[in-house]
């Protein structure tokens, strides 16, 4: 993602794509591989609040913790 700082719609996409194979997972036949469920819904919930971060101008740092990223949200 070339300069996604620069852009929260290029956050909020990112999380679409990750959100969407979520949904591909949930509805494919067979045995869900819960593991990589979930690492996608853990991206989903840190690209939308960097998106948010970055909205609202802030700094966003190199991090997948979704608590730090959500203090630093509510602090906006």
């Not at 700082?5 to 909020?12: E, I, T």
């Not at 690492?39 to 991090?63: D, M, N, S, W």
Request: a negative charge.
């Amino acid at each position: 993602m070339p300069n996604p700082v620069s852009n929260y719609q290029a956050w909020v996409t990112k999380a679409s794509h990750d959100s969407q194979a979520v949904d591909s997972l949930l509805t494919a036949s067979g045995q869900i591989p819960w593991d990589v469920v979930c690492f996608h819904a853990q991206q989903v919930a840190e690209k939308l609040l960097k998106a948010f971060l970055v909205y609202h101008g802030r700094p966003i740092e190199k991090t997948h913790d979704l608590v730090k990223l959500l203090a630093d949200a509510v602090a906006v």
